[in-house]
Nanobody
Framework: QVQLVESGGGLVQAGGSLRLSCAASGSIGSINVMGWYRQAPGKPRDLVATTTSGGSTNYADSVKGRFTISRDNAKNTVYLQMNSLKPEDTAVYYC?????????WGQGTQVTVST
């Protein structure tokens, strides 16, 4: 079993920054993909950014140039640095890990951006 613990969410004013962290533990093996998704009220869960074990990254168009995903393989941790936050970034942010052919989700952390 794999456990994911997220942290770093909160309330911030528009234009501000937050850094999310997600630490994986348990029967991890070699993690292939780590990523962040978000879900706003009444909307589906959408991709924010992903990073592979080889270092490739992928971003949603809406966050390109503002968000940066990174990972520390030694700590099995993925980060999401969010800058120039906008009210439309308000959502619950979920960490996802793909390892050994299975995907695991974190419990989610709330990010609220005020005007």
């Amino acid at each position: 079993q794999v456990q994911l613990v997220e942290s770093g969410g909160g309330l911030v004013q528009a234009g501000g920054s937050l850094r999310l962290s997600c630490a994986a533990s348990g029967s991890i093996g070699s993690i292939n993909v780590m990523g962040w998704y978000r879900q706003a009220p009444g909307k589906p869960r959408d991709l924010v950014a992903t990073t592979t074990s080889g270092g490739s990254t992928n971003y949603a168009d809406s966050v390109k140039g503002r968000f940066t995903i990174s990972r520390d393989n030694a700590k099995n941790t993925v980060y999401l640095q969010m800058n120039s936050l906008k009210p439309e970034d308000t959502a619950v942010y979920y960490c996802k890990v793909l390892t050994r052919g299975y995907e695991y989700w974190g419990q989610g952390t709330q990010v609220t951006v005020s005007t």
